[in-house]
Each structure stands twice: as structure tokens, then as C-alpha cells.
């Protein structure tokens, strides 16, 4: 006969199948090793000369890349706890815009830090109330170790520095030629008045050639080829349609009785004549290129011809929002003659070839333009994806700059300074905080060790190199110097390494945030999941379009 296992009372309160964890040992320290091993995951990606991983999603779609953002987003990281570091992550993705491998790696070793002190037992409360300390300290440290302001930020020479140091870490090697390329197209939309957009800097990814085969274009880029026989409009005034170019169809049906010839005849003229006559008031208004958002049919292409007027044909609804924004325009529902408030002005629109791949560019020679491209080349897809998430982080960097120009010293010299003047305030700090915050100055020795180890160099000759170099207190500029062959450092202030100031801010809010409430969990309650039909294999997540 079978022993009975009686329920405990917890679960006689719940529904069948809720699962139901506590105590330090199935709680909390589980917790702390699902976000410890997310975190040994990430951290072989950080660095200039950190490891690709080669991530698989559901639909079968290959990433190679050491974009921390792009391998958690397709990891699709389901352990709880884990997920709030990813959240922390993402957020310091949408704030900043990089930085969410510094998250991640941060927020891991202070929880891996935080197993230490729970097994010598102090309780979460008190490793809790220390990190708090030690992170108000922190932010107030690191106000005092910033060695550089950008003073103009439509300067490029000012402006490249934090962009290369950002570019270096994803693609070492092209840093220098990309970060010029992405100075330069900043500079290209940098408004006078209002703050730099992200958006106002698109990529067009073009396969064939090298990454050194990239170029930046002053307006937009597309690959697509042109309705119209006219190929190359100068000064085009530009009518933008969302809706097809074509003659427009009633909603009911209708019938109507042609009893000769002679009647067919004229139906079809009546039909011309009213298609003429609307492409006629388009040539008359100036209008010498238009661009739709629908269908092209073949009588109004005919029209467009005779009257030298390009067509262009764009399918996605962002592209045509994007070209409004770069022209000056204003979208019509119908086929109607815009207002001369409503028209897009273009310095050149023409038909052009890169490698073999024919694209459509509107070109414009203002000084300042409300878009600019910057045309990839590659030889392959996943190199192309990789050279854009740089500079995607490149782009983001000039957009942090502008909303602070502070910078701190970058190659870790930033962070060993703040293990060195934690450490001494933990040193000084009574009760048991005092370990928290000891741990808090050790797990930022974690981001020298990390780099170190990704490019071969001994972690324990860095850490004390770097030690030896922050000695006194005017040596915060010293970082590690990875184009050496042997332990060395170098003043990043000399070398122009440089990283932005808000995105180590940010950075360490949401770390600490983030291991915060992992470590103040002490029950995990599971509810039975609902029931339904799961989704096939390879099937698309309709949220993700």
C-alpha cells in the first residue's frame, strides 16, 4: 500500500498544479544561480576582443554576434529571476542605447557576490541595505572622475572619440573607418535647437564588396527600382501618396449597357481623358516626381511618362514616413493635387547602382537634412546585421553625448577607480553593511578580469597593474592597454578612450536595481499554466511583427 503524502497547507490553499518554492535554499539561492549563469554566459562577450555566440531562434533564424541586447532578446530567457536582469538590460537599451552587457555582467557578480555573503550569514536584508549604500557612494564617486567635456557636439573631431570607443567593443578592427562614418552622418542631421533623434540616421544594407566599401549618403537610400522610364530628377518637387497611384474604384458594383462600338470607344476615351487630366494638374502644379505607397497602375504610368514625371513606389508605410520626414512632405490619402505646404522639395532624386543591386536615392545638398543613410556593404548577411548593431550603438553614443557632454575614462580605468575608493569606504563603514559594500568594490574587479581573460592576458597581472597604476589620486586615467602584447596600461585620456558618462550612470542604477530585487525574494508562487492549444514549431509570434 502507498504512504500518503500529505499537502502542505500552502498548496491546499491553492489550485492543482501551482508550484510552490521557499526558503533560502529553494528560493533565494536558486534564484542567484539562474542569474549567475545567464551572467557567465554574457560576460565571454565583453570587450573589443570578446567571443561571438551563434544563437538560434524559434524561426530558425542565425544570429552571429556579441551584441549582449540581440542574444538575450533571441535567447527568450524564461527562469524568473533571470528575466529581471534581461528587464534591466532592456531598459538600459532603451535609456542609453548600449551598455546592456556592462548591466548584465554588473548586476551577475553582485549577485554571485551576494552568494558569499548569505552562506557566511548575513541575512538579505542587510547585503540589500549595504548595496544600497555602496551604489549611492558609487554615483557620487564616479561625478568626481570624469576627465573630458565634449564642447561642441557638432564638432566631429570632439564627437569621434566616444563613438570609436563604443564601435570598438563590437567591431574591432573597422573602429576608426566606422566611427567616422557615423560621426559623419550625425553631423549631417545634427539639429541646431532641438535634441538629436536616433532615427534621423538609417542603415541600407547592401550585399557584396567589404565593410570598408561603406559610404554615407546625405538623404535616403532604397532598393528598389524605379516605376517610370525617367530615372534622374533635378530639384524635384516631390507629391506623396499613401494610398495606390492609380484611378480609383467605386465601393458597390455597378453595371452599364454598351450596345456598339462606338460606345466602348468612348467609355474607354472618358476614362483616359479623367487619368490625363489628374496627371496634367500634377505637372502643372511643378510636380516632376512622385512617390506611392500603393499600386502603380499601367494608365496612369503611361500619363506620368508622357509628362516627365518620375514615379517611385515604395511598399513599407516607415518608408514613407521616413521620406515625408526627409523631404518635407506631407502624405495625401487620395489622388489629389497637393498644396504647396504639402510638397516635398529634393535636391536630386535619381535611379543609381551599387555593385549590382539597383537603388533609388533621394539626395539632398542642404548643409542641414532631416535624414541621412549610411549604405552597408558586406559579404555576407551576418556580417552586414553585426556592422549595424555597431553602428546602431555608435548612433546612440552621439545621442547620449548630446543630452550630456561628460565622459569618463574608458578601457576599464573607470571601473578599477571605483573598486579602489569603495573598498576604502567599506573600509570605514561600521556593521555588517561593511561586507556588502566590500563585495560591491569586488565586483566591479570583475570587469578587468573579464576583459583580460577574453583577450588572453593573465586576469591577477591586470588586476595588480591596473592597482599599482590608480595609486595616487590624480592616476584615475589609466586603463587596460589590450594592443599589447603583455599586461600593460595606458592613459585613456592620452589615447582618447572614452566612454560616455550617462550610460556607466544609468548602467549602475539598473544593475544594482535589478540584483535588488532578486535578492529580496524569498517565495517563489508558480500558477498552473493555462491550458490551450501551443503554438507548432517555427510557428511566428505575432506580437514579434
Not at 541586447?69 to 533571441?74: D, G, H, N, P, S
Not at 599586461?487 to 544594482?512: N, S, Y
Request: with cysteine; charged share 25%.
Amino acid at each position: 500500500m502507498a504512504m500518503h503524502v500529505p499537502k502542505s497547507y500552502f498548496q491546499n490553499m491553492m489550485k492543482d498544479g501551482t508550484k510552490h518554492l521557499s526558503g533560502m535554499h529553494e528560493a533565494v539561492f536558486s534564484n542567484l544561480e539562474a542569474c549567475t549563469e545567464l551572467y557567465k554566459t554574457i560576460k565571454t562577450c565583453y570587450g573589443p576582443k570578446g567571443l561571438n555566440k551563434m544563437v538560434i531562434n524559434h524561426l530558425s533564424k542565425l544570429f552571429v554576434t556579441n551584441d549582449a541586447a540581440t542574444i538575450i532578446k533571441e535567447l527568450e530567457v524564461q527562469h524568473p529571476a533571470a528575466k529581471m536582469i534581461v528587464m534591466a538590460s532592456q531598459q538600459q537599451e532603451a535609456e542609453c542605447g548600449d551598455g546592456t552587457n556592462f548591466v548584465m555582467i554588473l548586476a551577475g557578480a553582485l549577485l554571485e557576490k551576494a552568494m558569499d555573503l548569505l552562506e557566511s550569514g548575513l541575512s538579505p536584508s542587510e547585503v540589500i541595505r549595504g548595496y544600497e549604500m555602496a551604489s549611492e557612494k558609487c554615483l557620487e564617486i564616479l561625478e568626481s572622475l570624469v576627465c573630458y567635456t565634449v564642447k561642441d557636439v557638432k564638432c566631429p573631431d570632439e564627437v569621434s572619440p566616444v563613438v570609436k570607443t563604443s564601435v570598438c567593443s563590437k567591431q574591432d578592427g573597422y573602429e576608426d573607418f566606422l566611427a567616422g562614418l557615423i560621426t559623419d552622418a550625425c553631423m549631417k542631421v545634427m539639429p541646431v535647437q532641438r535634441t538629436f533623434s536616433v532615427d534621423s540616421v538609417r542603415t541600407c544594407k547592401i550585399l557584396g564588396a567589404g565593410v570598408l566599401s561603406s559610404t554615407c549618403f546625405r538623404g535616403m537610400v532604397f532598393r528598389r527600382n524605379v516605376e517610370s522610364d525617367i530615372t534622374c530628377v533635378k530639384d524635384a518637387k516631390i507629391a506623396v501618396f499613401s494610398c495606390p497611384f492609380d484611378i480609383g474604384t467605386t465601393e458597390t458594383k455597378g453595371t452599364i449597357l454598351i450596345k456598339n462600338a462606338e460606345e466602348l470607344k468612348n467609355f474607354s476615351v472618358d476614362e483616359e481623358k479623367l487619368i490625363e487630366n489628374q496627371i496634367k494638374d500634377l505637372a502643372d502644379a511643378g510636380i516632376n516626381c512622385v512617390v506611392s505607397g500603393g499600386k502603380v497602375g499601367d494608365m496612369v504610368l503611361h500619363f506620368a511618362n508622357k509628362f516627365n514625371i518620375m514615379v517611385v513606389r515604395l511598399m513599407s508605410k516607415w518608408d514613407l514616413r521616413r521620406v515625408c520626414k526627409s523631404i518635407g512632405a506631407t502624405a495625401q490619402p487620395n489622388l489629389v493635387v497637393p498644396t504647396p505646404e504639402e510638397i516635398g522639395f529634393c535636391s536630386k532624386v535619381e535611379l543609381d547602382e551599387v555593385g549590382d543591386t539597383t537603388v533609388v536615392v533621394f539626395r539632398q545638398e542642404r548643409d542641414e537634412t532631416a535624414m541621412s543613410t549610411i549604405v552597408i556593404r558586406g559579404s555576407t548577411d551576418n556580417i552586414m546585421d553585426d556592422i549595424e548593431r555597431a553602428i546602431d550603438d555608435g548612433v546612440n553614443s552621439v545621442k547620449i553625448v548630446t543630452r550630456d557632454q561628460r565622459c569618463l575614462p574608458g578601457a576599464c580605468a573607470t571601473e578599477i577607480e571605483l573598486a579602489k575608493q569603495l573598498m576604502q569606504y567599506g573600509e570605514q563603514t561600521a556593521g555588517m553593511e561593511q561586507y556588502a559594500i566590500k563585495k560591491f568594490a569586488e565586483a566591479f574587479e570583475v570587469f578587468p578580469k573579464v576583459l583580460a581573460e577574453n583577450t588572453g592576458l593573465k586576469a591577477n597581472e591586470v588586476l595588480a597593474k591596473m592597482y599599482n597604476a590608480h595609486q595616487g589620486p590624480e592616476d584615475i586615467n589609466y586603463g587596460l592597454n589590450l594592443e599589447a602584447d603583455t599586461p600593460e596600461v595606458m592613459d585613456c585620456m592620452e589615447r582618447r578612450v572614452l566612454d560616455p558618462f550617462l550610460t556607466k550612470h544609468w548602467g549602475i542604477k539598473f544593475a544594482v536595481n535589478a540584483a535588488n530585487t532578486v535578492l529580496v525574494v524569498d517565495q517563489i508562487i508558480m500558477a498552473k499554466q493555462a491550458g490551450g492549444p501551443k503554438p507548432r514549431k517555427g510557428q511566428a509570434d505575432p506580437d514579434d511583427e
